[in-house]
């Protein structure tokens, strides 16, 4: 686990009642990042800086604002099914769930060999 040192502490003189609030601090903070998780999905509702948001993979989707304006909370987040999260990815990112199929490879023609000169 990698902890950043705030410059309030000085890193020099770092005492160990302030390294276990460190510790702390840091557990607590990742106890609480997940809200849900859907790991065959690879899809998680995440506590963020500025409230929850959805990472698809390796994409971070913002849940979109109420209609007075205002953010979602964590527990509203905790109420979506995977449908509705599914849906607002859906509409970030087209074809997210589609199967993606590839073109038949190509197949290599077969070399001649090379016939050896003679004297």
Do not use: C, H
Not at 43 to 49: D, F, M, T
């Amino acid at each position: 686990m990698f902890i950043n040192v705030p410059r309030r502490y000085d890193f020099e003189i770092l005492t160990q009642a302030e390294m276990n609030e460190l510790i702390e601090a840091k557990r607590d903070k990742e106890a609480n990042r997940y809200i849900q998780r859907w790991e065959d999905e690879k899809i998680s509702l995440e506590n963020a800086r500025w409230g929850p948001i959805i990472k698809f993979g390796k994409k971070i989707i913002y849940i979109p604002k109420k209609a007075d304006g205002s953010r979602a909370t964590a527990d509203e987040a905790a109420a979506m099914t995977l449908e509705q999260v599914k849906k607002l990815i859906e509409a970030e990112v087209p074809g997210a769930f589609t199967k993606k199929t590839r073109p038949a490879a190509k197949k290599a023609k077969p070399r001649k060999a090379a016939k050896s000169k003679v004297r």
